[in-house]
């Protein structure tokens, strides 16, 4: 999914990861997002994590578990790059550069504040997903509208987050080197807050969105200003 390199010298890659139930082409490349950083120089990896999109779906919760190394395995290793992840994408990250920080310059984490450091019970949203029966609850509903739309696979998604996503200790987030941008919408209700996230990172700055919820933050022109500008000037 790479795009067009810049010429040799040029500015280091950007890796994009999406959200959970979307895909590279509906998370970054519909909303402008590939079109954008090329017009600045930057070259796009763009990944899918595993189960959606254009990646394998198995429905076994125990194949998740590669899911932070299959992303680590599309990051270029020539030199740093840059990343930006959206929710689950963002906790993936994360993570990596928790545990690989010689292989980030640069971090953006879209839609994800101090419930990174949480382990969340979504069972009722996986059973939905697997059964693919309508339910009642609007935020169940959004997400199966949302994998309908992008073509994901219930069952796989239902998997995805029956092993659970990464999830990382204040303590261990001291070996980051990147420096770190958080992105979170004003009306984010999945976000409970953004302190302990920017403290436990070594250099970190927060935007918050004015109005936007969740699933707006990735096409909020402000968020994508915000982040525009922090690859280009940190």
Do not use: K
Not at 83 to 89: H, I, L, R, Y
Not at 141 to 170: I, K, M, S
Not at 176 to 184: E, G, I, P, Q
């Amino acid at each position: 999914m790479t795009d067009a390199a810049p010429p040799a010298g040029g500015p280091c890659p950007v890796v994009l990861v999406h959200g959970f139930a979307s895909s590279f082409e509906h998370n970054w490349r519909q909303p402008g997002w590939v079109e954008i950083l090329g017009d600045i120089g930057r070259t796009v990896v763009g990944v899918d994590l595993l189960g959606h999109g254009s990646e394998q779906h198995p429905a076994d919760p125990d194949a998740y578990a590669e899911v932070p190394a299959r992303v680590l395995g599309a990051v270029p290793d020539e030199g740093p790059v840059d990343a930006v992840g959206f929710s689950a994408g963002a906790r993936v990250l994360l993570r990596l550069a928790a545990d690989h920080p010689g292989r980030f310059a640069r971090l953006v984490l879209l839609g994800l504040g101090d419930n990174a450091f949480a382990s969340e019970d979504h069972e009722l949203l996986a059973a939905a997903l697997a059964s693919g029966e309508q339910s009642d609850d609007v935020g169940i509903t959004l997400f199966q509208r949302l994998a309908e739309t992008t073509g994901n696979d219930g069952a796989a998604l239902a998997a995805f987050l029956r092993h659970g996503p990464p999830v990382v200790r204040e303590d261990e987030l001291g070996s980051v080197t990147a420096r770190v941008l958080v992105v979170v919408g004003e009306r984010d209700r999945t976000v409970p807050g953004t302190e302990r996230l920017a403290a436990a990172l070594p250099d970190a700055r927060v935007v918050v969105v004015p109005g936007a919820d969740h699933f707006a933050t990735t096409t909020d022109f402000g968020a994508i200003d915000a982040v525009v500008r922090f690859l280009e000037d940190g």
